[in-house]
């Protein structure tokens, strides 16, 4: 399950993805294979954390499967 990180909550994405012109049709991500493919891969990440990307819009996404 994908969740937008926010300074001090989770966000659910289609509460911000639903406008990005990057988004699916269905105001999803594009997140196919495992790999956010409107987005970029953070690296440096502490261990036990769930993978985490920044989207193309500046938001940081975590896929806390």
Do not use: W
């Not at 937008?4 to 966000?11: E, S, T």
């Not at 012109?21 to 997140?31: E, I, S, T, V």
């Amino acid at each position: 399950m994908l969740v937008v990180m926010m300074k001090d909550q989770l966000l659910a994405p289609n509460a911000v993805c639903q406008t990005c012109l990057m988004a699916d049709q269905g105001g999803q991500p594009r997140f196919h294979h495992g790999r956010l493919t409107c987005g970029r891969s953070l690296t440096n990440l502490q261990a036990g954390q769930p993978p985490q990307y920044e989207c193309q819009m500046g938001f940081k996404i975590a896929d806390i499967s």
